[in-house]
């Protein structure tokens, strides 16, 4: 999926060490696919030999050079299959790196990149939002006229690739860190621009914002807002999510052990029945 994204590819390729990469992988995949499937040594070998008693059995002689045509279909054989195994273990190998590449330092320099891109592509939006008029539906467009009908179209048209640079930018930090916190950074709007709370903003906006169901009337949003963004790190949109925790006591508390007294236990109460003995002597 994100091979076939423009945005994420465009994204990469501002990266040398990940644009090298990627080059040498797609050409060692071709001549992978080029190459087919060979025969082991073993089973070209053994096919010479089948065919020598084949001509045998159908009249035919067998061949004196039995052995060199064996040997030399051996040795086709083992250049062709070492070939093919040492192309595969590029192919692997450039994977592997591929993906430390995309998981360490690179990642920062396509972010930005795709940063920049952003910014240039929201700056594209504006053109033909300003055709609209303060049209806010396809509806007012008709109703405006003009070109207004003209650029709703066309800002329609532009959804798309709003939402391949937001794919590629998930595709990008997921690596980078937990995917399910990211996926909640990204529901809660943090994921598509810089401090944002939920009171600021309309709540049909929240609700594109937040779940990626980009229309026009967020396009336009989204284009006037100063902070879109693509952070350049994890931690970065991690920020964005600060909990407040209110504000610290300071108050110092005695945790030293308490002793209860043990109360003295109050006097009977006279009855009235009680009298002094008598003594005799």
Known sequence: MNANNPEYRAAWGAVPDVAHAETQLRKLEE?????????????????????????????????DD??????????????????????AEGVASLRAHLDYLRATDGAETALEALGKRLAEFLAEVKKPAADLKGARSAEEAITVGGKAPEAWRLLTSMLGTLRKI?????????????????????????????????DGVPDDILRAMTSGAYDVPYLLYIAELPSAWVPTSFEELEAEDIVDVGVPDDSVIDWSPRVSPIPTPPAPKPTGAERTPELSY
Do not use: C, M, W
């Not at 001549?31 to 001509?55: C, I, M, N, Q, Y």
């Not at 060199?68 to 086709?76: E, F, I, L, M």
């Open 166 to 198: 937001r794919e590629a930018q998930f595709a990008i930090l997921r690596p980078l860190g937990d995917g399910r916190r990211l996926q909640q950074l990204r529901e809660k709007g943090h994921f598509e621009a810089a401090g944002i709370t939920p």
């Open 31 to 63: 001549r992978r696919r080029a190459l087919g499937d060979v025969l082991s040594p073993d089973l070209a070998r053994r096919k010479v030999f089948a065919e020598a008693t084949a001509a045998v059995r159908a009249g035919g002689e067998f061949p």
């Open 66 to 87: 039995i052995g060199k045509r064996a040997a030399d279909a051996y040795r086709n054989a083992l250049e062709a299959e070492s070939e093919v195994l040492g192309v």
